[in-house]
């Protein structure tokens, strides 16, 4: 019996790195959703690969399992939480982006104060919601307020859940919210707010990356060629949503895979609301991660900044381009902007 457990030991530590289970965590958004679409459409098989997705509430709960390889790579929101990881020496490193501008979000205002907050000077003194602190949604928001010489110590920010925030702006908690789909159009259809500010319209530079695929870089360095045909799969998948988000006639087919998967529960709602761009590459707008780290540092969230080429590896979305060839967009017609 000891014998047995020592060469099956020995056998798993002699086994080669793209036989082994990869995990990947995954905040089940809509753009989030993509992975899922690797999975079900059998991408990961293709390449070999033994992927197994867990589901997390964000990408900043992830990055202390990441480093330590328990999950070899997550995707999720990009926010103060992985600058402070770079920061401290941890392997992490972002690979792939997931979701950028167009990214559809909306500060949404209160429906009785339609009328009283008209500018982004008039939320001086206002309570508005925001995701949670080391955010995206800081981010955001800020860009609004700076157009008006203001900051974030000029309003009252409130940290809630998207989920939270129909709630909070119904009983009065909120004068305003940084949401995003589907919360958005709940909110719309149910009166309680109304659709003000985009803040694409704020930010500089854009397209603005917000969420995106992390890897523990020891892992990846270990095992490029894993890691290679992990995120050439994924890209795959990012395709095929990107076609989706254009309408095509994959769209039906994408919607299928969410619900199956719970993103989502509502396949109306799901095919009516706007889904967050992304490149088809998985290429980030350096310049946008370098942005948010800067206004992180300025807001005191992060201690220290970190130099671009340990915060975003661009070999992997090269990898996708040489292996995908260009982008072919079936929806010719589309008007929408992002995903091309």
Partial sequence: ???????????????????????????????GGAT???????????????????????????VAFLATNQVQVAQGGINAGFYNSVAQGLPVALALESGSSPTYHQIVVRTDLKGQIRTPADLKGRTVGLSSAGSSSMYEVASVLASAKLSLKDIEAKNLSFAQMAAAMSNGALDAAMEVAPFTERMIEQKIGVPWIDPDDYIQPLPMTSVGYIVNTDWAQQNRDTTRKLFIALARAGRDYCQAYHHGPNRAEIIDIFLKYRIGTDRELLDRMAWQSRNPNGAFNVASIVDMQAFFQREGVIGKTSPTDKLVDPSYAADVAKELGPFDLVNKVSTLKGCR
Avoid: H, N, W
């Fill in 36 to 62: 899922y679409v690797a999975l079900d459409k059998g991408y990961f098989r293709d390449a070999g690969l033994d992927v197994d997705i867990e589901r997390i509430d964000s990408l900043g709960k992830a």
């Fill in 1 to 31: 019996m000891r014998v047995s457990f020592a060469l099956a030991v020995l056998c798993a530590l002699v086994a080669p790195a793209s036989a082994r289970k990869i995990t990947v965590a995954v905040v089940p958004s809509v753009p």
